[in-house]
């Protein structure tokens, strides 16, 4: 079948540009996801490490941004704690089931002990019928990783949707080779309103950078806003605006973000701690 220019297939997908830098007098607020956004992807959970040039990097930032800077993740708060060496700027976890406000004010969806409990054995029942399937347990919800197993994700999909309805309150988050079952009703979009509505966001532009499925309600909440939607990599169909092909343009692209900064913003006087 050919198709004729003027009718490209529907299924082609437009180009999206590289991200602008911030203009005179412009006052962003950036909202960083973690895992193939700031960090390349590794085999499992624990095995990425946050080199120190990032952390000088996000923490030259969060200064020159007065504080308007936020990881926004599907790890918990205290796995972002760990990876980032506490640090001082506002992060939600667990797509937003966890949420520390910039001046460290924090709130977490709150789930019965035996809920978490039957939601755990769930999954490590469906990981046991799928070798190389990994659990990660992370308290309110709970991960089921294939990267080592790929071939294994569709049956995994199903055998969690087929048992989500006995975990009421529970719902799929699907992410890059992973199945999360996380409490329904919090998303990275909501995350992100919340904590526009409190200083140092208030007033100022979202900018969002995210790689995948779930950041997608990241960028649909930064376009509300009118802000800049940055989708990390290749995935596709997606809401975001703009494009930057992986971590590591990511982070070159932010250090360029900070060089504009510099140029003409004082910077912030605040103690940064953490893993520097
Ligand atoms: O929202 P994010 O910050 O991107 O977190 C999403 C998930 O990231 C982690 O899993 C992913 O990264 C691992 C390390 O590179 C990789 O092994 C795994 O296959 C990826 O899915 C994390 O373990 C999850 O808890 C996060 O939800």
Redesign the pocket.
Known sequence: MSFSPAFPRMSAITPLPAPPLPGTGDRWALFL????????????????RVEPELYALLAELYAHLEGALA??????LA?LDALFGAPPWAMAG??GLQLRHADGEQRETRISASRRALVLHAAESIAREHPGV?V?N?SL?V?L???AAPVHYEALREAVLALLPGLPGYEL?A????L?LKPAGMD?GKAVTELLERAPFAGRLPVYL???L??EHGFAATNLENGISVRVGEREPTLAQYTLPGPSSAQAWLQRVLNVLKQGVEPYAHALGGNA
Request: hydrophobic share 30%; charged share 35%.
């Open positions: 996801d973690v895992d193939g956004t700031l960090l390349e992807f590794a085999d499992r959970p624990d095995d990425v990881l926004v993740s599907g790890r918990s796995g667990l797509h990994l990660e992370k919800a991960a990783h294939c990267r988050q992410g890059n080779l992973v999360e990275k995210g790689d995948d779930t950041d």
